[in-house]
């Protein structure tokens, strides 16, 4: 409707867009945001305030969060129920999230339940195991090319001939849990909600200065509103808030199709594409602990 194409006018997607229709935060965008336990997190403030006044009295601007949050994290009434990827067959979002990033990334959450069981999702025979050993290899690769690289134009063409095989295999290996459209609500859901999530912890917003929680960055509001509700934040959650939308745009970037052996060296030399490289490489080192 007119919302959503006054919102596409803006250009605030462009980066996103590696197609002739709108897109969106990649799914790896969604994973590492969800990985630092926000999701869960808010889910109990949202069931604190929602049960009793153990954590006060939120302010009106905080109910109006309350109701969005709901929405989003428990799939409760609302207008975006078309796509928001639940119903009789997947009633919880968080499983139906946990099975889009097996399917699409290979890679579970690193932890459980909200309650700290094992988690129950729908485990899909058909994924891409083999993502984060091939990302890991291409950061290699981009590690050592942005080291040496000074100028696009003489770029070594032994390099662009290792690395370009490297992006091509990721792109085919995410492409084809995407034929057909595959995945798509499922990850316009998951980028809706973790962007809300992230748009939440992005500074001293209604919700965080009524619990107390004022910081300087996004994950250290998240700690403090952790500590609020007994549910401590992913260790490394300053080092996943600063790669998720990283690693989306290079991940969009890759699938798009767009680089090709004779442009690929747009990954590490002479390009804002580049520089996106570069903090992937920094930024995944610091979420994983493994020396890129």
């Known amino acids: 409707g007119p919302a959503r194409r006054a919102l596409w006018a803006t250009g605030a997607f462009n980066r996103f867009n590696p197609g002739p229709g709108p897109e969106w935060d ?3 965008y969604s994973y590492l945001l ?4 926000a999701v869960q ?7 604190e ?4 006044e153990r954590l006060g009295i939120p302010s009106v601007a905080t109910q109006r969060w309350l109701d969005v949050t709901e929405a989003l994290l428990f799939g409760g009434p609302t207008p975006m129920a078309g796509w928001a990827s639940m119903g009789s067959a997947r009633r919880d979002p968080e499983a139906v999230r946990r099975n889009a990033y097996w399917r699409l990334l290979g890679m579970d959450l690193a932890f459980g339940t909200d ?29 050592e090319a942005v080291d040496d690289a000074t100028d696009i134009d003489d770029a070594d063409p032994a390099r662009r001939a290792r690395i370009f095989p490297l ?3 990721l792109r085919l290996m ?19 909600t973790l962007g809300w999530v992230e748009l939440t912890l992005l500074s001293d917003t209604p919700v965080v200065k009524d619990l107390n929680a004022e910081a300087a960055s996004s994950a250290e509001r998240l700690q403090l509103i952790g500590e609020r ?14 790669l998720a939308p990283e690693l989306s745009t290079l991940l969009r970037a890759i699938e798009s199709g767009r680089l090709t052996e004779t442009n690929v060296a747009l990954l590490y030399a002479g390009s804002p594409l580049a520089e996106t490289g570069r903090r992937v490489i920094t930024e995944w080192s610091r979420a994983t602990g493994r020396d890129l």
């Open 167 to 169: 992006v091509e295999d």
């Open 41 to 47: 997190i808010l889910g109990r403030v949202v069931r």
């Open 174 to 192: 995410l492409r084809a849990r995407r034929q057909s459209r595959l995945l798509a609500r499922e990850e316009l859901s998951a980028a809706t």
């Open 34 to 37: 969800e990985n630092s336990r």
């Open 229 to 242: 509700v007994g549910l401590s934040a992913h260790g490394r959650s300053a080092a996943l808030f600063a």
């Open 115 to 143: 309650d700290n069981r094992p988690p129950d999702y729908d485990k899909a025979e058909a994924s891409n195991t083999g993502f984060v050993h091939l990302l890991e290899l291409l950061l290699r690769e981009l590690g």
């Open 26 to 28: 990649h799914l790896g």
């Open 49 to 52: 305030y929602r049960s009793g």
